[in-house]
């Protein structure tokens, strides 16, 4: 994370609204995904600012070629997977056989790209992409039954982890009467060790279910302990750093039943006290869909959405 002291959870709701003035990103384009393919889960962009890559439904990562401009394959966490039979799939039920990368963070330093699958668990890919290589599908005997978030401390290399539930994965999620429970966890990787601990238990679908964000002390006297962040009027989803140190966006989606059912995406800047800085709305582009990360670069914000086939954008006016 940008600050060791702390690791603030993937997912996560607002006691207060601050609406971001005069809306500073009212240009909105649209990043097509291939044909048939569907569910930017996760967006990243590499050490040299290339990408943006993302994760969709057909258990690939794609990489945006910008003398192209086209999304190309870079990486797959299947190890068996088909590519006639999983290209373009939007089929749930395909998920064990071709993968679904929820989660993607590159440690800039060796270029290696992290990525959490729904049901392959923990894994990299070195930068010419490929094969990921599986790191850990278990942690302390606990199975990983539905890992969906990650992120790089950029200057130690150690990588933290969600793991959902030790329950339910994903298929599991869209079916139905389904019940979440809190048996999530926060995870920590060495990369030097190779091993995985369990930093924290108990998190509510690591917090997206839970409506809240809860922040992690890794050093200092309140070291190994966690406590609420934030409590939210929605369901949150990825927090990625924004470009202004000690500050992060928190893609968010606020449900209402009343009269129908209505998703309202968000796009909540926050900084490291919990502070709620500005609150941007996504309904443009995201009418009635909800949104799964809001990945800053270079003054813009790119939207992924598991609902849509395309990457969204929202640019600064001038």
């Known amino acids: 994370m940008a600050n060791l002291n702390i ?6 709701s607002l006691l207060l609204v601050v609406v971001v003035s005069g809306n500073t990103y009212p240009f909105f384009s649209k990043i097509q995904l291939p044909p048939g393919v569907t569910g930017p889960e996760s967006a990243a962009f590499d050490a040299a600012g290339g990408g943006p890559y993302v994760s969709v439904t057909d258990g690939r990562v794609l990489k945006w070629d910008s003398t192209l401009n086209v999304f190309v394959e870079f990486a797959y966490t299947a190890p ?8 373009g799939t939007t089929d749930p ?13 590159f440690y800039y330093a060796t270029g290696f790209l992290y990525i959490v699958d729904a ?8 930068p010419q992409g490929g094969l990921a290589l599986q790191l850990a599908t278990s942690a302390e005997g606990v199975p990983f039954k539905f890992t969906d ?11 933290f982890f969600t793991h959902a539930s030790e329950a339910f994965n994903l298929w599991n999620a869209t079916q139905p009467g389904f019940k979440p429970d809190s048996t999530g966890r926060l995870l920590k990787y060495d990369p030097v060790t190779k091993q995985v601990i369990v930093l924290l238990r108990g998190l509510a679908g690591a917090e997206y279910v839970g409506k809240r964000i809860q922040k992690f002390w890794l050093t200092g006297v309140k070291a190994n302990t966690a406590e609420i962040l934030i409590n939210l009027p929605g369901n949150p989803s990825k927090i990625k750093r924004s470009e202004t140190e000690g500050e992060y966006w928190v893609a968010l989606n606020v449900i209402s039943q009343q009269p129908i059912l209505f998703t309202e995406p968000q796009g909540l ?14 309904v443009k582009g995201y009418f009635n869909a909800s949104i799964a990360v809001v ?24």
């Open 7 to 12: 690791v603030l959870m993937f997912f996560c």
């Open 80 to 87: 068996n997977r088909n590519k006639q039979l999983c290209d």
């Open 269 to 282: 800047r926050i900084n490291g006290l919990g502070k709620l800085l500005g609150t941007l709305p996504l």
């Open 149 to 159: 978030g990650v992120d790089v401390d950029q200057k130690s290399g150690l990588v």
């Open 93 to 105: 039920n395909m998920g064990p056989i071709c993968g679904r990368p929820l989660g993607l963070s």
């Open 295 to 318: 990945q800053e670069q270079n003054s813009a914000l790119y939207i992924g959405s598991r609902d849509t086939d395309f990457l969204g954008v929202f640019k600064k006016g001038p």
């Open 119 to 126: 049901y392959f668990g923990f894994l990299v890919v070195g």
